[in-house]
């Protein structure tokens, strides 16, 4: 079995030639047009590696429409995951949230198969930290691990590092480290074949260079801005 996990890809930013409030809910934005991309890309990635296994995506708009874009390259169903969803840093942040329930997640994209014991309050409004994260996550993996169907993991930054971090834990926790940017659409691959292992990490060799962000930011941005800060 293999467990493969990323995060979604870049969003369109809130501005006035791009989306508004009233087309979308404060804290739910859709993706841009190179954040279908990246999902395009790596869908077309995993199709080469073969998978066919099943993804499950944190309910938010820019989770549901990477894990869809990468559904319709590979043909598999895409299943809402709220154990995925967003951290939540601060209670204030959460003020307005309205996420998609149940139903309306089932209209998103006929991949979208959601399971019957879906909450449709499914979203955190209390402040967590990461460790609160990772132990919210932490049961939903182990309820996946050792079956016999590969899985893709679609969340975002927080959530799929604390997916990273529980599987670490299991077999080489000197591996855990401080959170280093994350990457739209890259892909992390752990094996539970015989013992679980890491494959890769943060894999962006299926994007071109350009297409390497992190959310607003491309990877030379980052890394400019990491240099600058040191």
Known sequence: MLV?????GQVLPAAADTW????????????????????????????????????????????VATACAIADV???????????????KRAEQMQGFVGMTG??????????????????????????????????????????????????LVGHGASTGGVIDHLLRKFAPEEIHEPTPGWNCALTTFSSMDSLRMLTRM??????EDHVTSNAQSRADVERSAIAAS
């Open 4 to 8: 493969h996990i990323t995060r979604h």
């Open 20 to 63: 508004s409030h009233a087309d979308y809910p404060p804290g739910d934005p859709p993706l841009s047009e190179l954040g279908n991309r990246q999902a395009q890309l790596l869908g077309e990635h995993l199709a080469a590696l073969g998978f066919q296994g099943r993804i499950y995506s944190s309910p938010y708009r820019r989770t």
């Open 74 to 88: 590979v043909g598999v169903d895409v299943e809402p995951a709220a154990p995925l969803r967003e951290i939540v």
């Open 103 to 152: 139903p309306l997640l089932a209209t998103v994209h006929p991949r979208v198969t959601v399971p019957g014991d879906f909450a449709d309050q499914w979203w955190t409004t209390g402040a967590e930290t990461d460790a609160d994260v990772e132990a919210r996550v932490a049961p939903f993996v182990d309820s996946l691990l050792g079956g016999n169907d590969d899985v893709l």
């Open 203 to 208: 894999d962006t060799d299926h994007l071109p």
